[in-house]
């Protein structure tokens, strides 16, 4: 199998040398486009019209379709495992804070809120968010990641 130049491998830090504070590196994402809702209707299986048919978004009393708000979960999720493997993700718990519109620019990020082992598992607990390039925050939420 030839890998895809976008697939990466992470491999689990250090976890001696994070510290309350410490950023994830962002995740930076082009501006929505109604294909990428398409496409996500498609993968998903979520085919609510809201997110693709203009005319029933404004029949709904919306000015456009906007995001799923599952999408931008996943982005938080793909964030995590640009980080680490996916298999050390034990929580992503998201809250819904804005819509998210067809063209914004969506930035991803994290930062360590706290460290420490438990059962002699060692952990950190995330901050994770995401926001528009107005600083808008769409969501917001915490992950755990434990070191295998």
Wanted: net charge negative; glycine share 6%.
């Amino acid at each position: 199998m030839t890998e895809s130049p976008a697939m990466t491998h992470v491999t689990l830090l250090d976890w001696n040398a994070l510290q309350p504070g410490d950023a994830l590196p962002p995740l930076e994402l082009p501006p929505i486009s109604r294909l990428d809702l398409a496409l996500y209707c498609g993968a998903s299986g979520d085919h609510n019209p809201i997110h693709v048919d203009i005319d029933f978004a404004k029949s709904a009393g919306m000015p456009d379709v906007f995001a799923h708000g599952m999408l931008s979960a996943a982005w938080l999720a793909r964030l995590l495992t640009n980080w680490v493997p996916q298999p050390a993700i034990r929580s992503l718990d998201v809250r819904f804070a804005a819509l998210t519109h067809v063209g914004e620019r969506i930035s991803c990020t994290g930062t360590v809120a706290e460290k420490f082992e438990r059962e002699g598992r060692r952990s950190v607990l995330l901050k994770v968010a995401s926001a528009n390039a107005n600083g808008v925050i769409k969501l917001s939420g915490e992950a755990l990641v434990a070191w295998l």
